[in-house]
């Protein structure tokens, strides 16, 4: 009987741990994204440049105001290309995908 308890209890946490882990795998919606090289991006081209004076002197704000354009992943992708012409960059694919990754950290999509 104690052993049927063990092992029970064994399989409830394999399951919690599978679950967990097929949980946090669909959570990221930008899996190719590096959201520390976003970050570097973001600083290099000063993308708050303009957001910062925009939003009296904190441009992250825009990211999260109650207002915001931008309520899925892909008009995330899309606001960065539109962006991207206001510091004359031509991101990459992968480019956005990192932008968008960093900046998910404000958006928080799932
Ligand atoms: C020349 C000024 C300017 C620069 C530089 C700029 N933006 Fe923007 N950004 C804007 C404006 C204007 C909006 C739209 C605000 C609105 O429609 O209310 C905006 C909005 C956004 C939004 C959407 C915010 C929301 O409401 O959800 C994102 C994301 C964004 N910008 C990303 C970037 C990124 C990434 C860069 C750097 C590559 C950048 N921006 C550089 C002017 C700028």
Known sequence: MKL??????????TTMILLGAATSA??????????????QLFEHYKCNSCHDSMMGGDGNKIFT????????????IEQIGLCSGNVNAHFSAQEKQNLAAYLNIFYKFK
Request: charged share 20%.
């Open 26 to 39: 669909s959570a990221n919606p930008f899996p190719d994204g590096n959201a520390q090289a976003g970050q």
């Open 4 to 13: 049927a308890m063990k092992l029970f209890g064994t399989l409830i946490f």
């Open 65 to 76: 105001r109650f207002d915001r354009k931008r309520n899925t992943p892909d008009g995330l």
